[in-house]
Nanobody, 126 residues
Framework: QVQLVESGGGLVQAGGSLRLSCAAS????????MGWFRQAPGKDREFVSA????????SYADSVKGRFTISRDNAKNTVYLQMNSLKPEDTAHYYC???????????????????WGQGTQVTVSS
């Protein structure tokens, strides 16, 4: 089972940028589809973005499309989420997740992910 550790969260003003990283342990990182999810206080967890195992296919929630970019470096066992033009409504705890059930495509369904990190907090001030 892959182990995931997120980093890069913090406090930023509206309009600013952050880059989240998710480092995975294990030798089979390139076999996993990867995703980012977020959860704000009092709200359900929601899908943010996902990337196929090769990096050739990506998907985004409508709320972040055009502002966020997901990428991965299989040589470094890391997936990234570049977040630009941040808004206060982006404030949440962000989690990365790994799946062996959807690898050549992407999935927005959290139940299809097999491993989760502890998350990193992103706070956007207005």
């Amino acid at each position: 089972q892959v182990q995931l550790v997120e980093s890069g969260g913090g406090l930023v003003q509206a309009g600013g940028s952050l880059r989240l990283s998710c480092a995975a342990s294990g030798r089979s990182f390139s076999s996993y589809g990867m995703g980012w999810f977020r959860q704000a206080p009092g709200k359900d967890r929601e899908f943010v973005s996902a990337i196929s195992r090769s990096g050739g296919i990506t998907s985004y929630a409508d709320s972040v499309k055009g502002r966020f970019t997901i990428s991965r470096d299989n040589a470094k066992n890391t997936v990234y989420l570049q977040m630009n033009s941040l808004k206060p409504e982006d404030t949440a705890h962000y989690y990365c997740a790994a799946t062996l059930r959807r690898t050549t495509a992407t999935t927005r369904n959290g139940r299809e992910y097999d491993a989760w990190g502890q998350g990193t907090q992103v706070t956007v001030s207005s």
